[in-house]
């Protein structure tokens, strides 16, 4: 991430919301002004996707726990100095710039199983979602799925 730091920015912050079939990240400049350059602006956020993408899979990948799963979302921040920090979201829905369809989530929960206690009760009603879409799904031609 921190060959995407220009001259003038004080820092940038990836947000990233990941499941096993799709993606959504988010980059973000900040300048000494209070000016922020969102990946809609300055950064690409395609080249930030191809950069960043296999590396926070493998490492979502890697932290899963049996029992406990793995995390939903995470900010990245790197400052100009070179310092960097991250979060992790185990718990909470992403916040998205466009929703994850549900059935992503059941092939994410069959992949990264959590038991009970380990479940939100969000992530519960997309699996129950998901479960009902598959059924609607089933009984349409595939190109039908998602109108």
């Not at 920015?9 to 400049?29: F, G, N, Q």
């Not at 921040?77 to 992403?94: F, H, I, L």
Request: hydrophobic share 40%; charged share 30%; net charge negative.
């Amino acid at each position: 991430m921190y060959a995407f730091i220009r001259d003038g920015d004080e820092s940038i912050e990836l947000h990233c919301a990941i499941l096993s079939t799709v993606a959504d990240y988010r980059m973000y400049a900040f300048r000494p002004d209070g000016r922020i350059t969102t990946n809609r602006g300055r950064v690409d956020d395609r080249a930030a996707d191809r950069t960043i993408a296999t590396p926070a899979r493998a490492l979502r990948e890697l932290m899963f726990e049996p029992g406990k799963g793995t995390w939903f979302s995470a900010v990245v921040t790197v400052t100009a100095e070179g310092r960097a920090s991250v979060s992790y979201n185990y718990d909470d829905e992403p916040q998205l710039s466009v929703p994850f369809d549900p059935v992503a989530y059941k092939i994410d929960f069959e992949k990264f199983p959590r038991d009970e206690a380990h479940t939100p009760e969000w992530l519960r009603q997309r699996l129950a979602e998901a479960v009902e879409l598959n059924k609607k799904r089933a009984a349409l031609p595939r190109d039908q799925w998602f109108d």
